[in-house]
């Protein structure tokens, strides 16, 4: 199996042909190209190229002149300039334009191969990071979630079946548990796929600015207001919109949905005339809107036209046995993104995120492999070692509550359980985990302390 392919573009033949013969013999499929014209069209049909070694004297180009357009055609390929007549000016300006290196013919052939095995190693890992960034940029669907769970392929069934429609969908979860993605995935299976995809997170957003972040608004509506602005729900038009954290809204920004879900119009602050949308809704909860409904924090109308189609996506507690294909997928994206050659996972490794029971779900999970990735060394499998603490004291996945054994069943062994679950379905946010767990922030700060929580 060849190591990858080299481009030469060179006018003379017997160097070319030499340069050709070490670099074969070094395992690599090799190009050749007598002019830059010819070069260029290589490029063009082979797409993988590693290494360009380009002549800076060719018949119809100056190499230096040519390494743009080089670079233009093969964006992730390394380029390596030849010269007979070099000149510091040239050699300067090649690597500003991004050369990886600049040498003179002749001088150093024996030591060719290990320069370009050098500049080969660089374009690879270029290579595998485009290829996971496309991995994770591309058109999300069902088929590329990873992971096989009963628990997921049933929410995956449900997407599938609602996608063709258009009624509006609701994704119950608990934080981090992936339902943008699920947002993603329905759009891209329905009609409207190609068409806009917006995500807005309802909690981002101060609750003064969000309404006129949705509806958009008039010039002069406002102190500040110095022009129109179209809102999100027109950018969305045609297509998508994914409200995420749907409890946060304002009962009054509430009463301005359930008309866009009923009528599909809505008026922008500072106009009187209605302006027209076509948007399909799918909205995303991590608290209990039946119940806020019944309580009076949510509109009941609202929650009723939103329930249209419910799924719940499952936390990744509920899906042990997408732990490992998850694993080893975040792993190697962040070993390619930082040029590290990381293996995989021990048994030790793996057999510690098994068992761990995940309050923060996907995102804590991606979270702590990125860590991890930053501190292993490279070469070798995973270690345990690399985890963070809590995966380490008294072997429980409970583990990081001062004071308390894995088998402690007292109340306050539950209530420090409970907390540190929702400190890390809250991303660390005292505020919010204060008001979930419905104490107030001094409250919190002094059990945070009491039960070995403070970081």
Request: one cysteine or more; glycine letters at 8%.
């Amino acid at each position: 199996m060849p190591q990858g392919t080299i481009l030469i573009i060179d006018d003379e033949p017997r160097l070319r042909q030499l340069l050709a013969r070490l670099l074969e013999l070094e395992d690599y499929h090799v190009l050749q190209a007598v002019n830059a014209a010819e070069g260029l069209e290589l490029l063009g049909q082979h797409p993988q190229v590693l290494v360009v070694l380009c002549d800076v004297k060719l018949p119809d180009a100056h190499g230096v002149q040519l390494l743009p357009r080089l670079k233009q055609k093969a964006p992730l390929s390394e380029i390596i300039l030849m010269t007979a007549y070099g000149t510091i000016i040239d050699g300067v300006q090649a690597m500003k334009d991004g050369a990886f290196d600049y040498i003179t013919k002749g001088d150093s052939n024996d030591q060719l191969p290990v320069l370009v095995e050098r500049a080969a190693e660089k374009a690879r890992l270029r290579y595998r990071v485009a290829e996971l960034e496309r991995q994770v940029g591309q058109q999300h669907s069902f088929e590329s979630m990873i992971g096989h769970s009963p628990a997921l392929e049933r929410a995956k069934t449900l997407g599938r079946q609602v996608a063709a429609t258009d009624a509006t969908v609701l994704l119950e979860g608990p934080t981090g548990s992936g339902k943008e993605l699920f947002a993603q995935s329905i759009h891209q299976a329905s009609p409207r796929k190609g068409k806009p995809f917006v995500a807005v997170n309802c909690s981002a957003f101060p609750k003064d600015l969000l309404e006129s972040e949705l509806f958009g608004y008039r010039k002069g509506a406002f102190t500040g207001a110095l022009g129109d602005k179209k809102g999100l729900l027109e950018e969305a038009s045609g297509g998508t919109l994914f409200l995420d954290e749907i409890g946060e809204l304002e009962l009054s920004v509430q009463a301005k949905f359930l008309r866009v879900l009923e009528t599909q119009t809505f008026t922008k602050l500072g106009d009187t005339k209605p302006t027209k949308v076509d948007v399909r809704l799918v909205a995303a909860t991590n608290r209990n809107l039946k119940q806020e409904a019944a309580n009076g924090q949510f509109r009941p109308d609202l929650y009723y036209r939103l329930s249209v189609f419910t799924i719940g996506v499952p936390p990744l507690k509920a899906r042990p046995d997408d732990v490992a294909p998850l694993a080893e997928y975040f792993l190697r994206y962040f070993a390619a993104r930082m040029s590290k050659r990381l293996p995989g996972l021990d048994a030790d490794t793996l057999r510690l995120l098994q068992r761990y029971d995940w309050p923060g779900n996907v995102r804590e999970l991606k979270n702590v492999l990125e860590r991890a990735a930053i501190l292993a060394p490279a070469d070798q499998p995973l270690a345990a070692a690399y985890l963070p603490d809590e995966f380490h004291a008294s072997g429980s996945p409970a583990a990081g509550l001062a004071g308390f054994s894995p088998d402690d069943r007292s109340l306050r062994a539950l209530e420090a359980q409970h907390i540190r679950q929702v400190m890390a379905e809250t991303e660390g946010n005292k505020t919010e985990a204060a008001r979930q767990l419905g104490i107030g922030l001094t409250t919190l700060y002094r059990k945070l302390q009491e039960y070995g929580l403070a970081s």
